[in-house]
Structure formats: C-alpha cells, structure tokens
C-alpha cells in the first residue's frame, strides 16, 4: 500500500487544519487507516484511527485523550482516503504527523509525514 499525504502547515494557537491521505496499491487489504504524530524527542504515538471495513456502519474510531473533542478523523472506504481535521490547535500538538494502515495480518503501511506546527 502506497500513502499520499496532503495538509499541514504553520498555524496559530486555536487555529484548524486538515490533514488528508489517499491510498493506493493493494488498498483491499486495508482494515485500519488513521493518524499518528511524532515530535522531536518522544516517540511516535496513535493520534487516531478508524475501522474502514465496509460492513461497518458506525465505524469503530479511536482517538488519544489529547485530542477528544478537537480533532475528528473520518474515512471513505470507497476510495480508500483518511482525512483528519484539527480544530482548537495547540502549541503541543506540533509534530510531524504520520498516515497509518494497518491490514488484517497486522502489517503497516506509512505515508511520508507531514509537518504540523503550531505557534504565535
């Protein structure tokens, strides 16, 4: 699986942004696409994730305690995209933010990372 990553940038303090992924390949072995960042000094960490198996009407997603209620994650399984908006940024939340699948046997593809910066 192939991850194409766009968004990201400078923001200030509050501000939103909108981090989307696209991917191809051998897209139907996808079971989980979602987000994790990373910033300098700490490890990579799950930011969120959603379930894109198409039986799922109400899609299993899970967010880190950070980010409940600032950020929402949505996926579109018909063509194989993840897209994370990013509400009420804040200066903690700067990182370089990593596109994720993970498939059925537990292997995980990742994007090329994008930059998120927050600050005044």
């Known amino acids: 699986v192939q991850l194409v990553e766009s968004g990201g940038g400078w923001v200030q303090p509050g501000g939103s942004l909108r981090l989307s992924c696209a991917a191809s390949?051998?897209?139907?072995?996808?079971?989980?696409m979602g987000w994790y960042r990373q910033a300098p000094g700490k490890e990579r960490e799950l930011v969120a994730d959603?379930?894109?198996?198409?039986?799922?009407?109400?899609?299993?997603?899970l967010y880190a305690d950070s980010v409940k209620g600032r950020f929402t994650i949505s996926g579109d399984s018909t063509n194989n995209t993840v897209s994370l908006q990013m509400n009420d940024l804040k200066p903690e939340d700067t990182a370089v933010y990593y596109c994720?699948?993970?498939?059925?046997?537990?292997?995980?593809?990742w994007g090329q990372g994008t930059q998120v910066t927050v600050s005044s």
């Open positions: 994720n699948t993970r498939a059925g046997n537990g292997y995980n593809s």
């Open positions: 390949g051998r897209t139907f072995t996808i079971n989980i």
């Open positions: 959603i379930d894109m198996r198409a039986f799922t009407n109400r899609p299993r997603i």
